[in-house]
């Protein structure tokens, strides 16, 4: 289901709140679409919230290292880094 809400940085931490909680369940897919989606929300943020662009690449990185897949959770991992050290 798809949320209408008027702040993007509220709505893009609600989408990795429902996706922290699929990661949660194991529901790797639906965690992995949440956290997309929040990303792409963020992003169109007038004022865009680094600490929640951050997050959500984290928690995608905690989706692919619960999929094995190293290579794409480093990825994530190290653009999550990349978001913190942005001045």
């Known amino acids: 289901a798809r949320i209408q809400f008027s702040d993007n940085n509220a709505l893009a ?45 984290f928690n995608l990185g905690q989706v692919a290292y619960a999929r094995r897949d190293w290579d794409e959770a480093q990825e994530h991992f190290e653009r999550a880094l990349d978001v913190c050290n942005q001045s």
Not at 25 to 39: C, D, P, R, T, V
């Open 13 to 57: 931490e609600i989408y990795n709140f429902i996706g922290q909680t699929h990661l949660d369940l194991k529901q790797l897919e639906e965690a992995e679409q949440n956290l997309e989606e929040g990303i792409r929300v963020q992003l169109r943020a007038q004022k865009i919230s680094r600490q929640h662009v951050a997050s959500l690449y």
